[in-house]
Every structure is written in C-alpha cells, then in structure tokens.
C-alpha cells in the first residue's frame, strides 16, 4: 500500500512561531504536493513540486515556503504563524507518469494558531 | 486556466435513495478524472477514475462516465447508504500533473 504520512495529526502553535510540517512518502513518487483545507473553501494549493529542489506555486502561496531536499519528503514551512493560517493541511503525492496518476493523500494535519 | 465545477452541498438523501453529484470541468488536454471521498476526521482517498473519454470508473457502488462533449463526470449511486456519508471531491488531472480539486460535496444519508 502506497504510504504518505504527516508528522503530526493536531498542532498548536503560538503567533509569530516558525512551523514546519513534514510530510514523508514511501512510493517512490516524483509529484508531492501541499494543500489546505478550509470549510465552505475546498482544496487549494499551496504549493506543488514534481523533482527533488524543484518547486512551483500553486493558489494560495503567501507566507508559506517548501523544501524537497530529498525525493520522499516534502516539508511545508510557516515563516511566521497567524491565525488565519489555522486549518487542515493535506500533503499528497504522484506518479506523473501512467497508468496511475492518481494522488495519494497523508491523514492530514489539523494546525491551530493562537 | 484548467477548473472544476462541482455541484455544492449539503446534500440530504435518505437511505436507499438515489445519488447524483454534477463535475463539469475545463481542462487542456484529456486529462485522467477522478472523484475522491473524505470520511469524517481523515484525508482523501480515491473513490474511482477513468482515463479516457466513455471510459466508466466503479467502486462500492458508485459509477462515474467520462463524457469529453459535455466535459462532465457525475458521480451517481443506485441506493445510498448511511455509510456513504462523507465529503466528495471531484478532481480532472491537469496538463502540469497538477490536480485540481473542485470545492467538495457534503453528503449525509438519513437512516
């Protein structure tokens, strides 16, 4: 079974705090992507990458960064928390290339800002 | 750009009844289509797919055809069950391998 795990389910952290999520796949996959997850919102992405150092914005990029230092993990970063950053961030990988495309999803990381 | 427009929620059915979820998409391309479902307090997982035009995708039930004249893949059930309540999300693969989600239906099936 295709595994991807977040490092934490519930997160609390302070305003102003620097907080990395971390997200590890075991399948090998080129495509990792990071999305957040609002009520009423869907999902929008917030960043994408599809190589090791590669990465490319998606929808919502303000005040977030990534890192891929290594294929199987990609690390969301908040430079400075606010509140309006609290949500549900979902990590999710791909194999670009078929016959499954499909992505696959960690149980998803529930951040609280206060 | 490549959307996805998918039918808003809630939607309340009671159980046995019959299910329709609308997905139009615009897309470059012939993208791969999938609906994914969200089970309270967890992530995605992928409900069924279909990679070409009238391909149909099938899973516990549901059925989903890829209709490329009508850019549309609605997700139908012959009779819900108060299991299937859930969150769906309609997703058309994008010509950058990006996956666009559309913005989820909420079901919930009344016993």
């Known amino acids: 079974d295709v595994k991807v795990t977040q490092s934490s389910r519930y997160l609390v952290k302070r305003t102003g705090e620097k907080v990395f999520l971390e997200c590890v796949q075991d399948?090998?996959?080129?495509?990792m992507f990071w999305y957040r997850q609002d009520p009423g919102l869907g999902l929008r992405l917030i960043y994408f990458?599809?190589?090791?150092?590669?990465?490319e914005k998606g929808d919502i990029p303000e005040g977030y960064s990534v890192s891929r230092e290594k294929k199987e993990r990609f690390s969301l970063i908040l430079e400075s928390a606010s509140t309006n950053q609290t949500s549900m961030y979902l990590c999710a990988s791909s194999n670009p290339r078929g016959p499954d495309t499909e992505a696959f999803f960690g149980q998803g990381t529930r951040l609280t800002v206060v | 750009g490549d959307s996805v427009t998918q039918m808003e929620g809630p939607v309340t059915l009671s159980e046995e009844a019959f299910l329709t979820i609308n997905c139009t998409y615009t897309?470059?391309?012939?993208?791969?289509l999938f609906w994914y479902v969200q089970y309270p307090g967890e992530g995605l997982q992928l409900l069924l797919k279909a990679t070409k035009a009238d391909d149909k995708g099938s899973n516990k039930g549901f059925e989903a055809t890829y209709r490329k004249e009508t850019t549309s893949f609605h997700l139908e059930k012959g009779s819900v069950q108060v299991s299937d309540s859930a969150v769906y999300f309609c997703a058309p693969g994008s010509s950058a391998s990006k996956i666009i989600f559309g913005s989820g239906t909420r079901l919930s099936i009344r016993p």
């Open positions: 399948m090998d996959h080129e495509n």
């Open positions: 897309a470059t391309g012939y993208p791969s």
């Open positions: 990458s599809y190589d090791v150092k590669m990465k």
